[in-house]
């Protein structure tokens, strides 16, 4: 059975993927750390501490401090995953990051919950739309988020195998799970979930079951859509966005703000390539609110109907 044929039921938050996963890691890898935020509970390592203590550190609610011996464990051949919110793990964390783990180049991992719009009812200072776009300008960073359950175990475990840092990016709220358990993922190498003639779509995250949606009602009309996850947007795949532009029409699709995240980086290579129509859908350059993950969605046109409504304006 296709993707595309596959009734799509079950629902999971992302940080549930990573809470499970850590733990396998952890029991085979001793190595491998985490240092919490005093926020295990919501970033799903309660169970880590539980099973492997002494491979636990609880630095309280201090994220700079975090980061900071997250660095200073890499240093003694550790393999951390300092776990927090995303708003925090990238924003409050982002100096100690870029001149304690990015510029030594240390083996460190951030694994933040509560990316996007996802944390919703927490209002706009707990929603992480600008995250991404922050870290894949520091060199040395690579920036990954999964779109279910099963690719963000997939991912977690890649993470932990590549040397360097690493950001990941996981939901708060629970979204479907669309791809088989046995479905293979590589850090930088986009998944093409479907090929097309008429035109590409990018999305990335908790987006990609809404593009998937897209795609299927465009399908139903003869419009030949070409699909890929792009999972990790640095080092972005610039091999599968160049792939695109062989039908030379793309919309990128994310839960983050439209400037400087997956749009923007599919749009730096479409521009040095010199051809090509890109059309961004994401968080429109504004705080969100108090509100429902889905109305949030809906208000900046991260919807099923808008994507299939821009594919038709662009085609």
């Known amino acids: 059975m296709s993707i595309l ?6 629902k999971k938050a992302t940080r549930e993927a990573f809470g499970d996963e850590i ?12 240092v919490d935020i005093d926020i295990g509970k919501s970033c799903k390592t309660t169970e880590f501490a539980k099973q492997l203590p002494n491979q636990h550190v609880n630095v ?4 700079q401090n975090g980061a900071g011996v997250a660095a200073g464990l890499a240093t003694t051949g550790k393999i951390p995953f300092v776990s927090t919110y995303a708003v925090f793990g990238s924003l409050r964390m982002a100096e100690q990051i870029r001149q304690e783990i990015c510029y030594p180049n240390l083996n460190v991992k951030i694994a933040c919950s ?3 719009l996802t944390p919703a009812n927490d209002g706009a200072s707990h929603q992480s739309i ?3 776009g922050v870290l894949r300008t520091i060199p040395n960073m690579t920036v990954v988020m999964g779109a279910d359950y099963y690719s963000t175990k997939k991912l977690v475990e890649q993470a932990a195998e590549i040397h360097g840092p690493v950001y990941l990016r996981f939901t708060r709220d629970a979204v479907p799970i ?3 358990e046995k479905e293979e993922f590589t850090i930088g190498k986009a998944k093409q979930v479907k090929d097309g003639e008429d035109l590409a779509i990018i999305a990335n995250g908790d987006t990609v079951y809404l593009a998937l949606e897209a795609v299927k009602a465009l399908e139903k009309e003869g419009i030949s859509v070409k699909l890929l996850d792009m999972h990790t947007i640095k080092p972005l795949d610039r091999e599968a966005v160049v792939d695109c532009l062989k039908v030379g029409k793309i919309i990128t699709v994310e839960d983050h703000n439209i400037l400087n995240g997956l749009g923007s980086a599919v749009c730096e290579v479409v521009a040095e390539e010199g051809k090509g129509i890109v ?14 993950y889905e109305k949030l969605l809906e208000l900046n046109g991260i919807t099923i109907e808008n994507i299939v409504k821009t594919a038709k304006e662009i085609l």
Do not use: C, W
């Open 5 to 10: 044929e596959k009734d799509i039921l079950t």
């Open 279 to 292: 059309r961004r859908i994401g968080v429109q350059d504004k705080f969100g609110q108090s509100a429902p």
């Open 23 to 34: 733990v396998r890691l952890g029991k085979k890898n001793k190595n491998i750390y985490v």
């Open 114 to 116: 509560h990316g996007g």
């Open 130 to 132: 600008e995250d991404m």
């Open 178 to 180: 669309i791809y088989d």
């Open 60 to 63: 309280g609610i201090a994220e």
